[in-house]
């Protein structure tokens, strides 16, 4: 079965600190593996896709790094702001059909 | 630039009763278009997703249906709502599959 965790489930950190949120996929088969970003009562915001022959991404303070054999990606939020506050959901793509996988997501609070 | 519009926002209905939440799509043409649902404290759920016109596939087998009957268009319906079918619904589409999705802002449904 195929399946998405992300560990941890939430975090709260101060601001400053540089961070990191996981994100697991069961079968390695991926197409591609995208970090959205959900604000409260909100859609999606896409802030990174890593296909997969790629290793990472990186976008200003974000980078997403992609380790298919291990089944696992980050995504390192570096100098964390209090606007980072959200929840932070990554999913994984199976198919061209687009078969989207989603875990349940890290919600994030940056303390001032 | 490409937008995408839900509506309606916010919906209370009773059990029983049937729905519709609409999606569209603006600036882009052959979008694949996607319903998600998202319940309290979890991920997404794929429902349909839609290649073209007409061309629905559903992931779930479940009390809800859902149309695209012109390109940039997809509908959600149900005859007869269930308790369980509340939850934050979400639409989305992209330009293909090696391309991020982007989503609508979701319709909030409660059924009582």
């Known amino acids: 079965k195929q399946e998405v965790t992300q560990i941890p489930a939430a975090l709260s950190v101060p601001e400053g600190e540089n961070l990191v949120l996981n994100c697991s996929f069961t079968d390695s088969a991926i197409y591609n593996l995208q970090w959205f970003r959900q604000d409260p009562g909100k859609g999606l915001t896409s802030l990174l896709l890593?296909?997969?022959?790629?290793r990472e991404q990186t976008s200003g303070r974000l980078n997403a790094s992609l380790d298919k054999s291990s089944g696992r990606s980050t995504l390192y939020i570096a100098a964390s702001q209090p606007g980072d506050s959200a929840t932070y959901l990554c999913?994984?793509?199976?198919?061209?059909?687009?078969?989207?996988?989603f875990g349940s997501g890290t919600r994030l609070s940056i303390r001032p | 630039s490409q937008t995408i519009h839900q509506w309606p926002a916010t919906l209370v209905q009773p059990v029983g009763s049937p729905l519709s939440l609409e999606c569209t799509v603006e600036g882009t043409s052959n979008p694949n278009l996607y319903w998600y649902r998202q319940a309290a404290g979890r991920g997404l759920q794929l429902l349909f997703y839609s290649v073209g016109i007409g061309q629905i596939s559903s992931e779930v087998p479940q009390n809800l249906s859902a149309s695209r009957p012109q390109d940039r268009q997809f509908i959600l319906s149900s005859k007869k709502l269930l308790l369980s079918d509340s939850g934050f619904y979400l639409c989305?589409?992209?330009?293909?599959?090696?391309?991020?999705?982007?989503f609508g802002p979701g319709t909030r449904l409660t059924v009582l």
């Open positions: 890593i296909q997969s022959s790629q």
């Open positions: 989305a589409w992209e330009r293909g599959p090696t391309d991020t999705q982007y």
């Open positions: 999913a994984a793509v199976y198919s061209s059909a687009s078969k989207i996988i």
